[in-house]
């Protein structure tokens, strides 16, 4: 079974950066798509990001397109998530999920613990 653990979060300004990790306890490059969701109090979980198995493509949300980019490195089985310009909207738990085959926007297989991500005025 997959574990997955996510890091990175914390409290930013609005405006400001994190950047995400997720480090796989295996490796899944090429068996997996690796999803980024989140989740905000009261909320419902939404999709964020994603990468394909072979890293050869890439998926956002629109409400972080062109603010936020998914990439990993296969040496430390990690994908990362970049978030720039963050808003008080961005605020949530921040999971990292593995997809089997083809990446979702609604579920996954194997789910880390979750991060939290504060972006403060």
């Known amino acids: 079974q997959v574990q997955l653990e996510e890091s990175g979060g914390g409290l930013v300004q609005a405006g400001g950066s994190l950047r995400l990790s997720c480090a796989a306890s295996?490796?899944?490059?090429?068996?997996?798509?690796v999803n980024w969701f989140r989740q905000a109090s009261g909320k419902e979980r939404e999709f964020v990001a994603a990468?394909?198995?072979?890293?050869?493509?890439?998926y956002y949300a629109d409400s972080v397109k062109g603010r936020f980019t998914i990439s990993r490195d296969i040496a430390k089985n990690t994908v990362y998530l970049q978030m720039n310009r963050l808003t008080l909207g961005d605020t949530a738990i921040y999971y990292c999920?593995?997809?089997?085959?083809?990446?979702?926007?609604?579920?996954?297989?194997?789910w880390g613990q979750g991060t939290q991500v504060t972006v403060s005025s």
């Open positions: 999920a593995a997809s089997v085959g083809t990446y979702s926007r609604s579920n996954a297989d194997y």
């Open positions: 990468i394909s198995r072979s890293g050869g493509s890439t």
């Open positions: 295996e490796r899944i490059f090429g068996k997996y798509a």
